[in-house]
């Protein structure tokens, strides 16, 4: 069965700061996806990023960063320069090429400091 | 190109009426997800759909909840004769293919059931 782990309830970053979001994934499957959606306070998902487990090269999005070493079945989020609107809800998520839905972590509470 | 829209945005219902809530994929998205978060978690997989048919259930409660996505209009989530454990944040995701990137949320629903 396909699991998504993120080990970190709630973590502090200082403004322009980098911080690293962990994220484990386990699944059988040779193909799938790993995306990175935001949720501040106000509730709505905001997609930030996205790899793909054949992409040769870890994927970026201005700030954002997935670290994904696929041996370690790891694909942590590295957010760069912290800014106050990054406090927010984290969530890592996978998805297999085969069933199409998402399976999501529980999610990392992320909070910039000025 | 309007992202996904979903309606109404909070939905007030008292215990055993019945809540309908709408999605309506990005254009040119066929595969529409439904989700629940209750307070403080994250999201749970419900329904996966495609154009009229039910892919994948395995995350829908047995009785009172169900899902459809037409020919035309939009995907509906019902759920009949409510409980105050019903009340929630839905959010609606919508895909373009499966080994990509191209999955976006809605800005959810939140049903509160009095």
């Known amino acids: 069965a396909q699991k998504i782990t993120q080990t970190q309830p709630g973590m502090f970053v200082q403004e322009k700061e980098a911080v690293t979001l962990d994220c484990t994934y386990d699944?059988?499957?040779?193909?799938?996806?790993l995306f990175w959606y935001k949720q501040p306070s106000s509730g709505e998902m905001i997609f930030l990023i996205y790899q793909g487990s054949y992409d040769q090269q870890n994927a970026t999005e201005g700030r954002y960063s997935l670290n994904f070493q696929k041996a370690r079945k790891s694909a942590n989020l590295v957010i760069s320069a912290s800014q106050l609107g990054d406090s927010a809800m984290y969530f890592c998520?996978?998805?297999?090429?085969?069933?199409?839905?998402?399976?999501f972590g529980q999610g990392t509470e992320l909070s910039v400091k000025p | 190109n309007a992202g996904v829209m979903q309606n109404p945005r909070h939905l007030v219902r008292r215990r055993g009426q019945e809540a309908r809530l709408r999605c309506s994929p990005m254009?040119?998205?066929?595969?529409v997800y439904w989700y629940r978060q209750l307070p403080e978690e994250g999201l749970k997989f419900m329904v996966y759909l495609q154009k009229e048919n039910i892919i994948d259930e395995s995350g829908m409660p047995k009785e009172r909840f169900s899902a459809e996505f037409p020919k035309e209009g939009p995907s509906i989530l019902r759920i009949q004769q409510v409980v105050r454990g019903d009340s929630a944040a839905y959010f609606c995701?919508?895909?373009?293919?499966?080994?990509?990137?191209?999955?976006?949320f809605g800005e959810g629903s939140r049903l509160t059931v009095l």
């Open positions: 995701a919508s895909s373009g293919a499966l080994n990509t990137g191209e999955l976006f």
């Open positions: 998520a996978m998805r297999d090429n085969q069933g199409g839905k998402l399976i």
């Open positions: 254009k040119g998205h066929s595969h």
């Open positions: 699944t059988s499957d040779p193909s799938y996806g």
